[in-house]
């Protein structure tokens, strides 16, 4: 199986500031990586997919890169509407794996 | 409108079983591959099940090989998750979603999800 690993498991940042969260994976996934926001009580939305496509909808600031086994989810100005978990997921390969997820607080 | 609903849980003494079933409506539901995703409380995402467009194709996370089944009517644009010999590590909130294509896995990704139904194995 493939294991996702995120960091950092959490941080706190202020409104305005650039966020970058990174996933790595243990091996080569191409470019099949999604990512996903997850605010309390509340079903994971798509922000990212295939390493590096904005979703229809998702603003702007939001943006991902990488290939292979390095990606990255880059806030590029924190809103406070961002605080949420979000989590990377994998596809390239059966079964489809999460990272543990990053929780962004804003200070 | 894109709409998933899961129903279906419940509270389940271990070792019995239960059945999950997603209602989707707003999208040609046999076009896509459909997932299921679980949660514990206060924890991580979990893929269990993924099933393409046909059935032809289906795929399980490790820890319920064996145990869960998935299944889908392309006619009632349902998808099902039979879960049997439950644990009280089964204890999650289960998410149906819709996959960005045919099949489970590739070029493709979770777009739409359902509001999610809560499992609890316990004696």
């Known amino acids: 199986d493939i294991q996702m690993t995120q960091s950092p498991p959490s941080l706190s940042a202020s409104v305005g500031d650039r966020v970058t969260i990174t996933c790595r994976a243990s091996?080569?996934?191409?470019?099949?990586l999604n990512w996903y926001q997850q605010t309390p009580g509340k079903a994971p939305k798509v922000l990212i997919f295939a390493a590096s496509n904005l979703q229809r909808g998702v603003p702007l600031r939001f943006s991902g890169s990488g290939a292979g086994t390095e990606f990255a989810l880059t806030i590029s100005s924190l809103r406070p509407e961002d605080s949420a978990v979000y989590f990377c997921q994998q596809t390239d390969s059966v079964p489809l794996t999460f990272g543990g997820g990053t929780r962004v607080e804003i200070k | 409108e894109e709409q998933l609903v899961e129903s279906g849980g419940g509270l389940v003494q271990p070792g019995r079983s239960l059945r999950l079933s997603c209602a989707a409506s707003g999208f040609t539901f046999d076009d896509y591959a459909m997932h299921w995703v679980r949660q514990a409380p206060g924890k991580g995402l979990e893929w269990v099940s993924g099933i393409s467009w046909n059935s032809d194709n289906t795929d399980y996370a490790d820890s319920v090989k064996g145990r869960f089944t998935i299944s889908r009517d392309n006619v009632r644009n349902y998808v099902y998750l039979q879960l049997n010999s439950l644990r009280t590590e089964d204890t999650a909130f289960y998410f149906c979603?819709?996959?960005?294509?045919?099949?489970?896995?590739?070029?493709?990704?979770?777009?739409?999800w359902g509001q999610g139904t809560l499992v609890t194995v316990s004696a």
């Open positions: 979603a819709k996959g960005g294509g045919m099949v489970v896995a590739g070029r493709t990704w979770l777009d739409s």
């Open positions: 091996q080569s996934i191409s470019s099949y």
